[in-house]
């Protein structure tokens, strides 16, 4: 079973609307998690970096929620755009390895 | 300015053959890896090197043998490929310091390794 759990696996919304992806973890001790975006055909970029100390973090229209003590971590996307068509991968940091979740894939559709 | 740049983006080959990708960074960082993608999108370590030492080689077959020439390079060679060995393969370097201890990972955009 993969230490990273991420739901849904895919989803689809209508361009400016919201939606929100999980990642569950169960890896430990806990460093960091990260939350990176892949376009197709491109590699992951990272979007924002959550340590244990805090709750919430934004980058433009993405928030990225961490509740260190349940182990979850969510990706807000807000007002989505066609551009946000792409994967959303959780990676945790954790005893000096990354353990990476398998990934979201959202489609906006106008 | 491209930061980790692989060549080629595709490559199709026949089973049996040996092929290598290149990767090089530029953005003056000590660490760099190689990942695997599969077709269900999930990445998995291969390789990591930092300032030309290996440090981190997972359970990938001995058919696959990574080159850092110097820090911002970090090749990969494979011999007798295999239908398996179809996949994404990215490269990545890091900052600041390991991936595994917080740094943020750069990756190229991938190389499509298909065998026929």
């Known amino acids: 079973k993969n230490q990273v759990e991420q739901s849904p696996q895919s989803l689809i919304i209508l361009e400016g609307k919201n939606c929100t992806l999980q990642?569950?973890?169960?890896?430990?001790?806990?460093?960091?998690l990260r939350w990176y975006k892949q376009d197709t055909g491109r590699g992951p970029v990272s979007l924002t970096i959550?340590?244990?100390?805090?709750n919430t973090k934004s980058n433009g229209r993405y928030t990225a929620t961490l509740d260190a003590d349940t182990k979850q971590s969510s990706l807000h996307i807000t007002a989505s755009q066609l551009s946000d068509s792409a994967s959303y991968i959780c990676?945790?940091?954790?005893?000096?390895?990354?353990?990476f979740g398998a990934g979201t894939t959202v489609t906006v559709r106008a | 300015d491209t930061a980790v740049s692989q060549t080629p983006k595709y490559l199709v080959t026949q089973m049996g053959n040996d092929k290598s990708i290149k990767c090089e960074q530029n953005l003056g960082h000590d660490t760099m890896y190689w990942y695997k993608q599969d077709s269900k999108k999930f990445l998995k370590i291969m390789f990591s090197?930092?300032?030309?030492?290996?440090?981190i080689n997972e359970t990938v077959p001995n058919r696959f043998s990574p080159k850092s020439p110097d820090k911002a390079h970090l090749n990969l060679h494979i011999n007798s490929l295999e239908l398996g060995d179809s996949a994404v393969y990215f490269c990545a370097s890091s900052h600041p310091g390991l991936a595994g201890v917080g740094g943020e990972l750069f990756f190229g955009e991938g190389s499509r390794l298909t065998v026929l």
């Open positions: 990676v945790v940091s954790h005893d000096y390895k990354l353990s």
């Open positions: 090197y930092n300032n030309k030492e290996l440090i």
């Open positions: 990642c569950n973890y169960t890896v430990s001790p806990f460093s960091n």
């Open positions: 959550m340590t244990f100390s805090e």
